[in-house]
Structure formats: C-alpha cells, structure tokens
C-alpha cells in the first residue's frame, strides 16, 4: 500500500477537534458547577465529615432551590426512612410523583421507595396499595417479596400463598415458608368451630407437595414434623386414635430432634390404649439416642407413677450422668416433689423428727427419695436450683435471639420461621 503526502493534512485536523471538545467539556462543567448551589458543596462536606443531619438540611436547602434535582431527592428520601423519619420521606417521594414532567423509571423508583415507605412506617394498607403498583415494572421481585411479608403480619395466609406463587413464576428458587402458610391454612380449619376437616385435609395435602421440595434438608425435617403433628391432631379430632397414634410416633423418625415436642402426646395415646408400658418403653429408648430436656422429663415421671422411685432414680441418675444438666435436676426435683404430695411427704411429716431434722420440714422418708440424699429437704433445693435455671427453661431464636418459654414455629421477635430449635438454651449452651 502507498503513503499518500495529503494523508498528512488528517493528523493536526484530528488534533485540532480532539482539542474543541476538551475545551467543550471544560467549559460544561464549570457552567454546571457554577451553577450548583453552596449548599449542595455543604452538604458533600458534611456527608465527608460524618455529620449526617447537617448535611440532610444542607440538601433539603438545594432541593427547595432547585425542585429538578431528581437524584438528590431520592438521595433525601432514603437518608430519612434511614433515620426514622418517615413523614418526611413520605413528603419527599409523594412530591417527586406530583411532578408532571417525571420520567416513567424514575416514576416507578419513587413509587417503589414511597411503598417501602409506607411498609417501614406500619402502614401496612397502603403500603399494599403502593407495592401492587409496580407489580408491571422492574420492581416486581422486591414487591411481591414485601407483599409477601404484609400478607404474613396480617395471617391471610390464603394470599400470602398466592403471592408466594407469583413470586414462584418470577424467580426459579423455593420458598420453604410455603409449608407453613399451608399449615397455618389447617390450623385455621381445625381450630373453626365447627372444625373444617374438609378445608385442613387439604391444607395438609398442599403443605405435604410444598415439603417435597424440602426433603433431605434439615428445614424439610422440621416442616415434614409439624407436617405429622397436624396430622395427628386431625385425626384425634375426628376420634382415629390409631391414625393419631401413627402420625405421632413417626415424628420420631422423620425428625428426631423434635420428639420433644410430641412425647408427652405419645405416651397420652399410648395410656388411651391401655398399652403405657410400650409407649414408655418407646421414649425411653428414643432418649437413649436424641436426649432431650422435655423427653427426659416425660420418661422419668412415667417411670416414677409405672415402676416407683428406685427405676426412676436409676434412669435419672444415668441420664444426668451422661448429660449433664441443673434444668434436669430441676423437673427431676419437681416431679418428685409433686409425687410426693400425697405419699412420702404425709410419711415425711409423720416421722420422729432427729437431731438433725427440723420438724414439719419437707423431708422424703427413709422408704422414698431420701436414699438418694439422707435427710434433705428436697423443696430447698428445688427453690435453690429453680432460682438458676429460670432463665435455661426457654427456647431461643438463633436469628434474632428472642427467648419464649414456649416453642414457636415463627419467632414472634423476627418473623423468621423455623429458627427456634427444639431445644432449651441449657441444652444449647
């Protein structure tokens, strides 16, 4: 290929534009940032020196100055639902969507955020009212996931399932709470008066395809045992005590850390049956494996009321040995006490008081718990122990660590479901 001499007259021509739209560039941002307010360099300041309010009120100052600064006033709105001041937010975002001349995305991003808005503020309705605008935009995921959390606070867990769905058909990923919508469906018709066994049985049925997506993961074993539990009281409703019976001992198997839960049911249908014996003897073996506070407890008061104080001190002696525990102590220590009430204790105080035996005191006879401590005075130990182990007997959620003596499936603290183990924090700890 030839070098042509004119070629040559391309090259300071290239130059010489390259310059002009420097200089072009130059001179607009000056321009432009002549044009900003001192206030809006304030604010920067005051962001850079880390005094936040100083510099909100420095740019509430640019945007009255300067209403088209749409990026700034979305910037305000965020800083104040941030704070905690959700009116001024509100003000902010509802007086970007007055604006006739909005473009349509940031349109859709002030509705967004004025729905979040809402949602922070507990204004729960319009907040629904808000996210189901944007339902059709780019916000549809983050909608529905707040839709969502709305239709859960408020229990209509019919929509809350719809909603699920809808989430379902936009992303690709499971929502194990679905499990739980469906079984709060079959508690709403169990506890109706009259039950609506038709209405539970297919809650259960839905919960039971939603699980099926769980299995072999630990939030499917949990699921699957409330799953069995519901079931279970279904059938004690409808008088189906060997169903009942069934459903609760395979909670055993698919979850065997939450046979806690259902072991003093166990041993009721056992007892209903006439067969305490099995029903004992199928606990006590499970302990062996899963140990638990609950379980424990349940064995060694059967023990106590089948076969008398020496197995059931036996059995307790062993298992506080392996594991052990003040809270155990503790409801061994009640039970005790609370057998005691119309046997030992009538023996206790008709015996000669001794030396070292305070008349009237709560002392077990020679013929019950006292050989396992000579003399002692069981309720002062029990009040003793009690005192220490109020604050173990309860469980905790590992999310937010809100504490609640009894077990829930959904924190009360959070919202998160399956967070509380069936545990007690001794047994945690």
Known sequence: MDFEPWWLIFLPLLFGLGWIAARVDIRQMLSETRTLP???????????????????????????????????????????????????????????????????????????????DFLKAGMLDRAEQAFEQVLDTRFAVPAVRALIRIYESEHDWPRAIEAVKRLRALVDEPVPQLVHYQCERAVAAMTSKPPDIQAAEGALDAADNAAASLRGQARGQASEARIAMLRAHLARINNKQERERSY??????????????????????????????EGLQLLRNHYMRYPSLDTFNVVFRELRAQEGYKPAWTFAREALRAHPSLLGLDRLLEAELASGQTGATKEALAAP?????????????????????????LSLLRSLIHKHTQRLDRYACNVCGFEARNFYWQCPGCNSWETYEPRRLEEIK
């Open 38 to 116: 001192n206030s809006y360099f304030k604010g920067l300041n005051f962001l850079l020196n880390e005094e936040p309010d100083r510099a909100i009120d420095a740019f509430v100052e640019v945007a009255k100055l300067d209403p088209e600064t749409t990026e700034l006033h979305f910037a305000l709105g965020s800083l104040f639902r941030r704070r905690g001041e959700m009116e001024r937010a509100i003000r902010v975002h509802q007086s970007l969507l007055s604006r006739a001349d909005l473009a349509q995305i940031d349109r859709e991003n002030a509705q967004h955020e004025l729905a979040q």
């Open 248 to 277: 609760l001992v395979s909670v055993l198997s698919i979850a065997p850390e939450y046979a806690s839960l259902v072991a003093a049911d166990i041993l009721e249908s056992y007892r209903r049956a006439g067969q305490e014996t």
């Open 353 to 377: 008081v001794g030396d070292n035996v305070a008349p009237g005191s709560a002392i077990v006879p020679a013929t019950g718990a006292a050989d396992i401590v000579a003399g002692a005075d």
